[in-house]
């Protein structure tokens, strides 16, 4: 490459010609030059041969958007130039400093700056502040516009250093977390958590980073995020690592008050130890279907991790969710010294004296000292059940929280009300009827002072001094009320309470009982009397998903309540659905149903999909749906209608019903005759009976026993084994497509069979699925990288893909033709394979492919470089640069002869995981997913 650019400055030697054979070679005259216009003109004479040019263009192509522009022209066959005008750089201590120099070289004062007067200044200039080069430099990659000359404009933009530029070149001497923790300790001289001008300037212009005056100044203004003077550490982390920004804003929008922060606390904190390790930070952040880089993990941990003790604490938890209010009340609680200070002041702020605090109480009470942003961060952390008061337990909770951590530290020891009485029989050992703090300190049970006095806080509601039975037990064992309370704010979104009632159902049978529930160590006893009271409204003993989410995010039961209070049979719930399904096609989506002026809210609707799409591919059809309106019926009546094998079998069924041979079968003759006892029986006449004459005919008796219960998916497919590696086999045909699945292995409990099982059923192909893992589990991995590294392996599968699979498909099932498809680190399998001309065409979706090559330490240009058939990417936003438009893969593909069958496309709203992972009741990744399957499905098929 060398040589050529030796070559390229020979012939062309000063910058008159370096910009005439820019403009040749740009054809279009649109200011870039593609990679076409970069072979054609660098080949028209033979000067360079067509791999000369192409490589060349790669190397210019330095942003990777496909095309070049003048400054990337003259970096690269000029590299000097560009340090040139580095070094230009460090002689200006700012902008004024730049204006000045622009009006000496400005020697005529017309604003603009020619070429020969700046080779004049340079000539005159004793101290030979440029040279020759320089002046070349200058003009190649300042005239912007290429008039021949450089206005003041133009100068600023060549001789001020950009903003990305100096902080990119900062970040790059800080390439890890570690790095970054590291070197904010090192700038904070003072030790006072922030990084002030003086220091940064001391820290950044010694030998070490060499970095001018102006540079500093950039780097500290981009830092500097409030304008308060100085960078504290989380700016920092933002300033070093961008995204932490954007990672830190989305955990912050997902909990909204005080017991959300605490209950996503004690959720991941799976040892119970009162700290997020890494291990569980990385599955709390994996588990919201999204993929994160070990440096962003790193980023979270260590701008939460306050005292660099190497774990996230709860009261570091919830600074790092909820920094400004945390700030605020931490300045708040400096003047509170004990729990009476607490309750004194709640009894001056409550002027109505009806025990509950309303932010306009607050605003407006004489006895309140705290201003308006005081009250919001009180408010905003405080109001754990969302009623928009506060009552005397959530204020001390919030003012004093060691009382509250200190009470519910207790009440887990007295699980039940039988054991919180016997304790208040040995606590009053004057039997007088009541406990004083005197008992509490002094009995058999001993109690720390913090638990006395949060006790008696929370307890003694008539300040008498002493508590009773009554509000010794309101205290310990709260109501059910109380208790679901608490819960609901360790479950902020629906997918969070249905991943917890999978994990309960132990038998998977739609139902869970309390000893099921109890088994999974989710919650204490306490908090299962309160489900199970709540939720269990047919008394059965057991809840099922609807009733389990009724308890644990009330939302559910009353966008449920809203959408069947005018269906009453079968026949309205089928209307209903017609009318909702707009493009008719038998599958109602969340964005029909937001359409239909039902004036369902976005979380109602997320909420009836959680409930209603039992299997799960983010649609409900005519069955989901009649099971959604009909809840209690349905079930009885797939029971029923189960022994049914035709149509036949139901009209001879009635017939049997009719006792007096009327047509029309009586709530008493269904009795009489079947074993359904009296619910029953009116689940039945609520669904069948549509006209509401109070007996049921042949049609609709017909009607409603073909009412299918919804199922949840069920794998369509079988697993043969090809040599000694197993493959999911769905469909049948001539065409073929090999799915190459995600790290997580060919047994993961993701989306990938019920994807494939669609594919097939939609296409008509056969869908394959090969186990590309073997017996290797990524639970046997330290981490992801390491698992990357060990699964990666192109030559073992290289070997089975051409001795056993293509074989096998080709001679044993009779394929013709064969496409394939790679998700995640599926992806790399897909791209490999692609290079076989065997192979028609390639969709990656969600593709992890510059990983998995870089675990691998292969070439990726070479990998590329190797495919021979039409690609569509699709790639995430957090997805490598490499695999979106304008990437490496985008810019080497177009350079090949079916490069203008390639398509990229960048799924700017979805982070990598929707398409596998995600929860489809939301519906910006139930529709992103069925575009993204119908998208795979066109290309595949051309």
């Not at 981009?222 to 504290?232: E, F, P």
């Not at 409930?611 to 349905?634: H, L, S």
Request: aromatic share 10%; proline share 2%.
């Amino acid at each position: 490459m060398e040589a050529v650019v030796d070559r390229f400055r020979r012939m062309y030697p000063d910058v008159e010609q370096v910009k005439a054979q820019f403009q040749k070679y740009d054809a279009d005259g649109d200011g870039n030059i593609t990679a076409e216009e970069m072979e054609n003109g660098m080949t028209e004479f033979k000067d360079f041969t067509r791999e000369q040019a192409k490589y060349a263009f790669d190397l210019a192509d330095t942003n990777e958007d496909g095309k070049i522009d003048i400054s990337e022209f003259v970096s690269l066959m000029f590299p000097s130039a560009k340090e040139a005008i580095a070094n230009l750089r460090k002689a200006f201590k700012g902008p004024d400093d730049v204006a000045k120099k622009f009006k000496v070289w400005d020697s005529d004062g017309d604003g603009k700056i020619s070429f020969e007067e700046l080779k004049e200044s340079a000539a005159k200039d004793s101290s030979k502040f440029l040279s020759e080069e320089d002046v070349n430099a200058i003009f190649i990659v300042g005239d912007l516009n290429m008039d021949g000359e450089i206005d003041e404009e133009e100068f600023s933009k060549l001789m001020i250093p950009s903003i990305s530029d100096i902080v990119a070149k900062f970040r790059y001497a800080h390439r890890s977390v570690e790095d970054v923790r590291k070197a904010f300790k090192t700038y904070d001289r003072d030790g006072d958590g922030a990084i002030d001008r003086g220091e940064l300037h001391k820290a950044l212009t010694n030998y070490k980073f060499n970095f001018s005056d102006q540079e500093v100044d950039i780097i500290f203004a981009a830092g500097d995020i409030d304008n308060d003077g100085c960078v504290d550490f989380e700016e920092f982390m933002y300033l070093m690592c961008p995204s932490t920004a954007q990672i830190v804003k989305k955990f912050r929008d997902s909990y909204k008050t005080i017991n959300e922060v605490k209950g996503a606390f004690r959720k991941y904190d799976k040892n119970r130890d009162g700290g997020l390790s890494k291990s569980e930070l990385s599955r709390m952040m994996m588990s919201t279907g999204h993929s994160f880089t070990d440096m962003e993990i790193d980023a979270i941990l260590n701008l939460g991790d306050r005292d660099g003790d190497g774990e996230i604490d709860l009261d570091e938890f919830m600074i790092l969710m909820t920094p400004s209010a945390s700030e605020t009340l931490s300045k708040i609680r400096q003047g509170i010294t004990s729990i009476a200070d607490v309750k004194g002041l709640f009894k001056d702020i409550d002027v109505d004296g009806d025990g509950l605090l309303s932010k306009e109480e607050m605003l407006n009470s004489p006895g309140c000292k705290f201003d308006k942003e005081q009250i919001e961060a009180i408010y905003e952390l405080g109001d754990s059940n969302g009623d928009e008061v506060l009552d005397m337990g959530e204020f001390i909770a919030i003012m004093y929280p060691a009382a509250g951590e200190a009470l519910a530290k207790l009440c887990k020891n007295y699980p039940n009300i039988d054991e919180v009485e016997l304790l208040f029989r040995k606590l009053d050992f004057d039997n007088d009827g009541s406990i004083t703090k005197t008992e509490l300190s002094e009995g058999s049970i001993r109690f720390t002072p913090q638990e006395v006095e949060a006790i008696f806080a929370l307890g003694d509601i008539n300040d008498d001094g002493a508590l009773d039975l009554e509000e010794f037990i309101g205290v310990m064992y709260p109501s059910a009320a109380t208790v679901a309370g608490r819960l609901r704010g360790q479950y902020t979104d629906i997918n969070s309470v249905k991943k917890a009632f999978a994990k309960i159902d132990l038998d998977g049978d739609g139902k869970v009982t309390k000893e099921e529930v109890a088994k999974t160590d989710l919650f204490n006893n306490q908090e299962i009397d309160a489900l199970f009271f709540l939720g269990d409204s047919n008394n059965d003993g057991e809840i099922d998903l609807e009733e389990f989410i009724g308890v644990l995010y009330p939302v559910v039961a009353a966008a449920l309540a809203k959408m069947t209070k005018d269906v009453q049979s079968v026949d309205d719930a089928r209307y209903l659905f017609k009318t909702l399904d707009h493009d008719g096609d038998g599958l109602l989506s969340q964005e029909e149903l937001r359409k239909s002026g039902c004036k369902f809210s976005a979380k109602e609707i997320e909420a009836l999909f959680a409930v209603g799409d039992v299997n799960g591919d983010g649609e409900i059809d005519i069955n989901e749906f009649i099971n959604v309106m009909c809840p209690g019926a349905t079930t009885v009546i797939a029971r029923i209608s189960a022994q049914f094998k035709c149509l036949e079998d139901i009209q001879e069924e009635f017939k049997k019903m009719d006792l007096d041979g009327d047509g029309q079968i009586t709530r008493e003759e269904m009795m009489e005759y079947s074993a359904l006892n009296q619910q029953e029986v009116n689940a039945v006449f609520d669904l069948g009976d549509t006209d509401r004459d109070g007996s049921i005919d042949l049609n609709e008796f017909v009607g409603v026993m073909q009412t299918s219960a919804p199922v949840p998916y069920t794998e369509s497919g079988t697993i043969v084994t090809v040599g000694e590696t197993d493959v999911y086999l769905v469909g049948s045909g001539a065409k073929c497509v090999i799915w190459c699945h995600d790290m997580k292995g060919f047994n993961s409990d993701d989306r990938t069979r019920q994807l494939v099982d669609k594919l097939a059923e939609t296409t008509g192909w056969v869908i394959a699925v090969p186990n590309f893992l073997g017996g290797k589990k990524i639970e046997e991995s330290a981490d992801e990288y390491s698992w990357l590294s060990s699964i990666t392996d192109w030559n073992t599968i290289r070997d089975f893909w051409v001795e056993r699979l293509l074989p096998y498909l080709r001679d044993d099932l009779g394929i013709k033709a064969i496409g394939v498809l790679g998700t995640g680190w599926g992806s790399y399998v897909a791209t490999r394979m692609s290079s076989y001309e065997e192979i028609l065409a390639c969709v990656n979706i969600q593709p992890l492919i510059s990983s998995a090559v870089e675990a691998a330490k292969e070439d990726l240009y070479e990998v590329y470089e190797d495919v021979r058939c039409p690609t569509l990417m699709m790639a995430c936003r957090n997805n490598c640069p490499n695999e979106k438009p304008g990437g490496l893969a985008n810019n080497i593909y177009n350079s090949c002869s079916f490069g203008k069958k390639c398509e990229f496309v960048e799924l700017q709203d979805m982070m990598h995981g929707f398409l596998l992972e995600g929860e489809r009741s939301v519906e910006a990744i139930a529709v992103q997913s069925r575009m993204s399957m119908k998208k795979t499905a066109e290309f595949l098929g051309k």
